[in-house]
């Protein structure tokens, strides 16, 4: 039998997929090139934009003509020249059934709502009942049918979420955020702080130890504020994990983690990352807005001095690191003054790179109901001068790099170039150099010689 993965949203989504697939793989399931010949497509969802639930939405009324087709009711009203692949599968294999399973946040907010909206959907699998894969995959070897999720309250982290032959892969630590950002989805489709076990985390390295796997991120909506069962702190479970890679030589080299919260980037932390070279100094911290007011209103426990004052410290600590951020533009009632705030933090910390965006309402956050929204194109005006700022840090702070002598993991063949090899650097930039393939998975060290775009230019050494 088939799946067909389409994951939407973050890296834990990603993760979580990963998780899934393990467990199909491991009943002797089978990857479908085409989501319209697999007999199990999983839709994994993001509710943090509304423009993400919209494509999705787009997507099921897709899979409702490729049902259609699959079970041979080639209808006029289905577009047959977008559904090749299923049409053909039909003629090949006559009539047999597709199961769609819609999991992840968007899951989570609608719940039943959204299998009576769309019936198309076979299951519903909010984030607390993932735990039922393996009896839904049961359900479609046996061809049962669909039985209603129960959504439970407490989350189960899975035992693996690697991504076959994978040498970079996540490994969640802990679920959830209890901040409740006026503007955030997340806390209401995730739940509240959920930290997993530290020997789990281990065993979970051990695994991927034997998988050969190079470079691991540690995965949290809040990443840094994990606390263990026992009290073990993010910097303690750092610390460990960094021991534990030596004391069993593991393939793993490089360590990185994220999301971050600047509150819980502890002096600690720090201290924990500058005493391990395994951990790598590149971190994305989110800074979301430059004028205390703002972060105020959008419930942000840090004022923009306190995050400054903690870019000074990575930067005094660990010279060669390098920093990537969230802002937002437009959160209702910013004036033009309070958004030139943005501007003038970007010019004080230089950011290598950042995730910019306007504000967008999400049903079901505070920030939906304040008044005195933004019209969208003056929203779209003021992020277009984040981005141009943004533009010229990158290039600014990039081109500083240029004659350094790093090491790369070698990660996949340009797509533009045949003969050069894409890797990523302990900072998490991109390289293009020349070399053989052969060397994917492996670090190697690059000479830095130019910058295109935001992509360095290397030379093999």
């Keep these: 039998m088939k799946y067909f993965f389409e994951t939407y949203g973050c890296e834990m989504n990603i993760a979580e997929s990963a998780s ?6 491991s009943r002797s399931w089978e990857k479908a090139e085409h989501p319209e010949e697999a007999n199990l497509v999983i839709i994994n969802t993001c509710s943090v934009r509304g423009s993400a639930e919209q494509r999705i939405l787009g997507r099921l009324g897709y899979f409702e003509g490729v049902k259609k087709i699959r079970m041979g009711d080639l209808n006029a009203k289905i577009r047959l020249e977008d559904m090749k692949y299923a049409a053909e599968f039909y003629k090949q294999n006559g009539a047999l059934p597709l199961t769609l399973v819609v999991m992840g946040c968007m899951a989570q907010r609608l719940l039943d709502d959204l299998k009576v909206q769309y019936p198309v959907v076979d299951y519903v699998v909010g984030t607390f009942g993932k735990y039922k894969f393996g009896e839904i995959i049961q359900a479609v070897e046996n061809g049962n049918k669909p039985f209603k999720i129960k959504d439970e309250e407490t989350y189960t982290f899975a ?3 690697y991504e076959q032959g994978a040498f970079s892969t996540f490994v969640p630590i802990m679920h959830g955020c209890n901040n409740f950002c006026t503007y955030c989805i997340v806390p209401y489709v995730r739940g509240r702080e959920v930290s997993r076990r530290v020997d789990q985390i281990l065993a979970e390295i051990d695994f991927l130890t034997k998988a050969n796997v190079k470079e691991i991120t540690l995965l949290g909506q809040n990443v840094n504020a994990y606390k263990g069962e026992d009290g073990t702190t993010f910097p303690q479970l750092l610390e460990k994990i960094c021991r534990h890679i030596d004391e069993t030589k593991s393939s793993i080299k490089w360590v990185r983690f994220e999301s971050s919260n600047p509150n819980d980037f502890s002096d600690e932390l720090i201290e924990v990352i500058k005493n391990n070279p395994h951990v790598c100094q590149g971190f994305h911290i989110a800074a979301q807005h430059g004028n205390n007011e703002i972060l105020k209103r959008m419930n942000r426990k840090n004022t923009r001095e306190e995050f400054i004052t903690l870019a000074q410290k990575l930067r005094s600590a660990l ?20 958004f030139k705030d943005i501007l003038s933090l970007m010019e004080e910390v230089k950011f290598e790179s950042s995730f910019m965006y306007f504000y967008n309402p999400r049903e079901g956050t505070p920030a939906a109901k304040y008044e005195n929204q933004i019209p969208v194109e003056e929203k779209k005006a003021r992020l277009q001068k984040v981005i141009d700022l943004q533009s010229k840090h990158t290039t600014e702070v990039m081109s500083k790099r240029i004659g350094e002598t790093i090491e790369v993991l070698c990660d996949i063949v340009s797509r533009h170039d045949e003969s050069e090899l894409l890797g990523k650097t302990e900072q998490n930039e991109r390289v293009a150099f020349k070399a053989d393939k052969k060397l994917i998975g492996t670090f190697v060290k690059v000479k830095l ?13």
């Design 20 to 25: 899934v697939e393990q467990l199909l793989i």
């Design 159 to 161: 035992q693996y979420s």
């Design 319 to 338: 010279p060669g690191v390098q920093l990537i951020t969230d802002l937002m533009v437009g959160f209702p009632g910013e004036s033009e003054e309070q």
């Design 449 to 461: 010689i130019a910058l295109n775009g935001n992509t360095f230019k290397g030379e093999l050494l």
